[in-house]
């Protein structure tokens, strides 16, 4: 089956760019998505691209796709100390999504 | 729209004990899901449903027992609780597949002793 990947930690400071990367196995996952879990909630769509893209920008996001090397990454400009919170990296099966480990992103003052 | 709810918030049992704890969707989404959450492993597909009267099972289905009697409702009942049941439990519903948003309840974090 899908098997997703993620660096599991990544601390940055206040008004630096973030990068989070995920690896998937499965290139017929024709959408991949990006959500964020803050403490204590359940998670909530970032973003989301689909396989023909190479890259979508929305507002401080940045999702690459490298389809090659099955690489996705998430970029997020400026980040705040709001943006703190655990990233997952999703691939879509046929009816269910495959979800990574997370990633907990900390941003220090 | 509430989303999706579900209940309780909080549980502990005992080993052997079961119990029953409820989703609920006001979308009218024909996808549903159950997943565990645990330390350092990510979200783990229990069972899933594409629709009323329509289930299989996930990566974990072990332990588990789930139905879809109506659109809106997918309980997930646990049959004898187990220690490795501990984890906090999300349910999930989205209009389809592909690009079809998932919208993830609160949680229920559930201790079994």
């Known amino acids: 089956g899908e098997d997703v990947e993620q660096s599991l930690f990544l601390s940055v400071r206040e008004g630096d760019s973030s990068v989070i990367n995920c690896t998937y196995t499965d290139s017929s996952s024709t959408y991949l998505y990006w959500y964020k879990q803050e403490p204590g909630a359940g998670l909530q769509l970032l973003t989301y691209?689909?396989?023909?893209?190479d890259m979508k920008q929305d507002q401080r996001l940045t999702v690459l796709l490298n389809k090659k090397d099955k690489h996705l990454s998430l970029r997020i400009a400026d980040t705040q100390t709001g943006d703190s919170a655990i990233y997952f990296c999703a691939a879509s099966g046929y009816s269910t999504l495959t979800f990574g480990k997370g990633t907990m992103l900390l941003v220090s003052p | 729209n509430a989303g999706v709810t579900q209940t309780p918030k909080f549980q502990v049992l005992k080993t052997g004990q079961s119990m029953t704890l409820q989703c609920a969707q006001d979308?009218?989404?024909?996808?549903m899901s159950w997943y565990r959450q645990d330390p350092g492993m990510g979200l783990r597909l229990i069972h899933y449903s594409v629709g009323a009267g329509i289930t299989d099972q996930g990566e974990v289905p072990n332990g588990y027992n789930v139905s879809r009697s109506t659109t809106e409702d997918f309980p997930l009942r646990l049959l004898s609780a187990a220690p490795s049941q501990t984890s906090v439990y999300f349910c999930?519903?989205?209009?389809?597949?592909?690009?079809?948003?998932?919208?993830f309840g609160p949680g229920t974090r559930l201790t079994v002793l």
């Open positions: 979308m009218n989404h024909e996808y």
């Open positions: 691209i689909f396989s023909n893209m």
């Open positions: 999930a519903s989205s209009a389809g597949q592909g690009m079809d948003e998932q919208f």
